[in-house]
């Protein structure tokens, strides 16, 4: 009896690791493609609590079992405005799905030229306000644009800084592949 359980245990812990590990080598793969910066291990995404261009209180526990797309911005960066109109079709793409893009301005005038800029060209994906830069200490971010990528358990599993084409193949794959995990 004893020996029959053994071997279903490890059964399970084989069948497990054997469905889980290729689609860790192909997320590896495809956040290299990417060249976002893979981040090892179960890190748990920092807490935070902001509002939104409605002034709506926003909480990262209300996205949990989705996808998390964190993007922070400012109004005033040109390499973030650059990376803006990617930043849309990658949320019109996976609208309705288990997944979610969030755009942190980090705008220390306050909500005004944010919400002037987002309704001059029409973006449609969440944008949150953190004038005082306490989520950007709380990501360790040092330049922006800063992009992470945010499992549906609320795991970290890639961080890019710099702008980067958000509609690429390689980012839709990799997106899909954490939607499907």
């Given at each position: 009896m004893k020996r029959k359980i053994l071997f279903h245990f490890w059964g399970v812990i084989l069948l497990l690791l054997i469905f889980h590990l290729p689609l860790q080598g192909a997320e590896e793969d495809l956040l290299s493609a990417i060249k976002m910066i893979p981040i090892k291990?179960?890190?748990?995404?920092?807490?935070?609590?902001?509002?939104?261009?409605?002034?709506?209180?926003?909480?990262?526990?209300?996205?949990?079992?989705?996808?998390?797309?964190?993007?922070?911005?400012?109004?005033?960066?040109?390499?973030?405005?650059?990376?803006?109109?990617s930043l849309e079709v990658l949320h019109q793409k996976f609208k309705g799905k288990k997944f979610v893009l969030l755009a942190i301005a980090v705008d220390y005038g306050g909500i005004k030229?944010?919400?002037?800029?987002?309704?001059?060209?029409?973006?449609?994906?969440?944008?949150?306000?953190?004038?005082?830069?306490?989520?950007?200490?709380?990501?360790?971010?040092?330049?922006?644009?800063?992009?992470?990528?945010?499992?549906?358990?609320?795991f970290m599993v890639g961080k890019a800084i710099g702008p980067r084409?958000?509609?690429?193949?390689?980012?839709?794959?990799?997106?899909?592949?954490?939607i499907e995990q």
């Open positions: 291990g179960d890190q748990k995404t920092p807490y935070f609590s902001l509002k939104d261009l409605e002034g709506k209180k926003v909480e990262l526990k209300q996205f949990k079992g989705k996808v998390i797309f964190l993007n922070f911005w400012a109004t005033w960066c040109s390499p973030c405005k650059e990376e803006m109109p030229p944010v919400k002037e800029f987002i309704h001059k060209y029409a973006y449609t994906f969440t944008v949150l306000i953190d004038s005082k830069g306490e989520t950007l200490e709380r990501f360790k971010v040092k330049g922006i644009p800063a992009t992470f990528l945010i499992d549906k358990r609320g084409d958000w509609k690429s193949p390689e980012v839709i794959s990799l997106i899909n592949c954490l």
